[in-house]
Every structure is written in structure tokens, then in C-alpha cells.
């Protein structure tokens, strides 16, 4: 299964370096100089006394040549930013892409039902909690639960896949 994060902040950075540590592929968009920190040394995570580093691609623009072959989306950027977002997504998605929504806030999956009506779309609430310390570097403060949730009439067969 082949990821892409939108924003790739404390916890969205948190989840990819996690996923891509189990051997998934992964790729992120996100600010520089984060990004390149990513694509020259990989994504460092420290757990305590603990750490491990993860590498994938890392890009500021979402665009067609990093989206192969996508299976699934993480939007795990500031809610202000949905609309934009949504829009660099428009035409380089297929409507059997799931997009999950980790973000503070309710509402926020309006924008993401109103540009892809036929995605299947997710919710998460996650208890984890994250800090970026320095470009590249994030600290996993505290280890949590992650929940997802099928958006109200989004149901479809990916559903099972997630809950399993």
C-alpha cells in the first residue's frame, strides 16, 4: 500500500515516518526546509531514549509524477489549508482513492465531499502527540489511540479494509 501525506507537521510527519517504518510506501508534502532535511538525511523519531529513522520522498508540490501508484491519502495539514489542497488534487486522483482527515476540528471533511463526491472519505481522531523539534527531527511526546470513521454516506468495500 503506497501513502501520501498532505502537511507533513509534527503528527503528519509522526504517521508517515511510522507507516514507511513498517515498510510501506510513503510520501509527503510539506514546507521546506523540513522536506529537505527528509530527502537528504530521512525523518528522525524520538521516543524516549529511543529513535528511528525513516526514509521516503518528501516534496513541497503535490504533483502528477509523486502520485504513482497512490492508494491512499492522509490530509494532516492546518484545516485553512483544505481548500488549496483540494484543489491541487483535482483531475490526479481516481474517485477510488480514500482520503483520511487527521485534523483538529469539526467540519473539516466539507471541502474534501464538496471536491470528490465519489472518494471514499474518512475521519481520525488520534490521542498521539507530536512536536517538531527541528527540520527532520520530530519528537513522539506521547504514544495514543488512532480512530477512523467512514464519513456519513461514504460507505464502500476500502471501509473493511481499514477496520480490519
Known sequence: ?????????SIGSLFAGKIAY???????????PHVREINRRGLRIIEGQEE????????????????TPEEAIF????????????QSMLGKISRETPI???QNGMGNEKVFLNYFPKNPIFRAVTTEAAELVYPGIVN???????????VEGKENGFSTKVQN
Request: proline share 2%.
Open 140 to 150: 513522539h511526546v506521547a504514544s495514543g489511540k488512532t480512530v477512523f470513521g467512514v
Open 100 to 102: 483520511f482527515i487527521l
Open 22 to 32: 513498517k515498510g510501506y510506501g510513503v510520501g509527503v508534502i510539506g514546507r521546506e
Open 52 to 67: 528511528i529513522i525513516t526514509h521516503f520522498h518528501a516534496s513541497t508540490n503535490f504533483t502528477p509524477e509523486i502520485l
Open 75 to 86: 490530509i494532516t495539514t492546518k484545516a485553512y489549508d483544505n481548500e488549496i489542497f483540494a
Open 1 to 9: 500500500m503506497n501513502i501520501r501525506v498532505f502537511g507533513a507537521g
